[in-house]
């Protein structure tokens, strides 16, 4: 925003409007703010002065205009060419529990730096010896003494599957993650439940073979059960509900043994059920 400072002065002079016209500025033209004042501004109609900023402020001219104006917040000097910083695109790194890749590097600008993105690939080895898991929204990593960030944006394949120590995953904290992969926890044979965050949907095959999940929270999104989700869970006897079901995959429950509570409101469980059922698994209550 630039400051306009006008010398000499008069109340009335000819101006362009905002459509280019000469338009005659009076004194009975000018806003009541501005005109004790003596300033310009904004015509009572609202036209801008010479059609362009609202913000100029100062006073009319006679003869002459001398104007005097400050750029502050922009060093020349700077080199505002995007640097990347920390690792590269398509390079990995591990850090915590995690392997993560980089799919959009992190960037420096005369200073201010942009976090990067990566997706998370598999355990570390760290990881692959937890019981319990959780993933947050983004993750740091240290070059040359400085942290460098990184959202979370997506989730390998293979990172939670087949895994045969972890109990509970916790997803709730991953905001940025809004897709989960197709057997995302598939054969897991020890864990017992997931927290979700309020954007994931289930995939296909979600929870086949996983032998130990015994309950579950379904998030607002979650309305569709797809195939094969709950194949096998044998152990499964709770699922409590945030929004009603529409559509159950047949067989998304098969190889399932005991009768499974649905949690929600009334309405909402009554509808779900019937949906449920349409799976072709009947145990529901």
């Not at 760290?126 to 989730?155: D, N, P």
């Not at 709730?172 to 439940?193: C, E, I, Q, R, Y």
Request: hydrophobic share 35%; charged share 30%.
């Amino acid at each position: 925003c630039y400051l306009f400072e006008f010398i000499d002065s008069y109340d009335t002079g000819l101006y362009k409007d905002a459509a280019g016209k000469d338009a005659y500025l009076g004194k009975e033209d000018i806003t009541k703010s501005d005109k004790k004042n003596d300033t310009i501004g904004l015509l009572k109609d609202g036209t801008p002065l010479n059609g362009k900023s609202t913000s100029l402020k100062g006073k009319v001219p006679k003869d002459s205009i001398e104007m005097t104006f400050t750029v502050s917040g922009i060093d020349f000097a700077a080199d505002y060419t995007p640097q990347t910083i920390g690792t590269k695109k398509g390079k990995t790194f591990t850090a915590g529990n995690y392997k993560y890749k980089v799919t959009t590097a992190a960037k420096s600008t005369a200073g201010e730096i942009k976090a990067g993105k990566v997706q998370v690939t598999a355990l570390s080895s760290k990881g692959k010896k937890k019981t319990s898991l959780s993933l947050a929204k983004s993750v740091s990593k240290t070059v040359s003494g400085s942290a460098v960030s990184y959202k979370i944006t997506s989730i390998g394949a293979k990172v939670f599957s087949k895994n045969k120590k972890v109990k509970t995953i916790n997803l709730k904290k991953a905001t940025n993650v809004s897709k989960l992969p197709a057997k995302a926890f598939a054969k897991s044979t020890k864990l017992k439940t997931v927290t979700f965050n309020s954007k994931m949907k289930l995939p296909a095959d979600a929870f086949n073979g996983c032998t130990s999940l015994n309950k579950l929270t379904l998030n607002k999104k979650m309305t569709s059960i797809p195939k094969n989700a709950f194949k096998g869970c044998k152990k499964l006897s709770s699922l409590k509900l945030s929004a009603k079901i529409k559509k159950a995959a047949k067989n998304a429950f098969k190889g399932c043994k005991k009768k499974i509570k649905v949690s929600a409101k009334a309405k909402i469980k009554k509808a779900s059920i019937k949906a449920l059922k349409k799976s072709g698994y009947k145990k529901f209550k």
